[in-house]
Nanobody, 125 residues
Framework: VQLQASGGGLVQAGDSLRLSCAKF????????MAWFRQAPGEEREFVAV???????DYADSVKGRFAISRDIAKNTVYLQMNKMKPEDTADYYC????????????????????WGHGTQVTVSS
């Protein structure tokens, strides 16, 4: 499984940005797909997830501002980030897990088997 993330960049607070994660191989409909982020000196943290069923969940820090979606035909997952804040600055990673994941671990980075390279997002104040 290969994941390729893109779309990072430098934006100002309040701006929007959309990240993409293309999956090469089997359909993303057979995976739980998630976004995590890692700021310098910090641990990797959960941002958003879209389950194989299409249901979604978010970290409290991004709820109402970010939206995860998928285009099965393009085998791509997106993270639309709106009303961005300086604290959103981090390297963003997409991850692919099993089709059905334990709800107790679905927000843990260690539960995901496949990872893309990070894409850097910087939000200036």
């Amino acid at each position: 499984v290969q994941l390729q993330a893109s779309g990072g960049g430098l934006v100002q607070a309040g701006d929007s940005l959309r990240l993409s994660c293309a999956k090469f191989g089997r359909s993303i409909s057979t995976n739980t797909m998630a976004w995590f982020r890692q700021a310098p000196g910090e641990e990797r943290e959960f941002v958003a997830v879209i389950r194989s069923t299409g249901s979604t969940d978010y970290a409290d820090s991004v709820k109402g501002r970010f939206a995860i979606s998928r285009d099965i035909a393009k085998n791509t997952v997106y993270l639309q980030m709106n009303k961005m804040k300086p604290e959103d600055t981090a390297d963003y990673y997409c991850a692919a897990g099993n089709e059905y994941m334990n709800p107790l671990t679905i927000k843990r980075a260690g539960a995901y088997e496949y990872w893309g390279h990070g894409t850097q997002v910087t939000v200036s104040s």
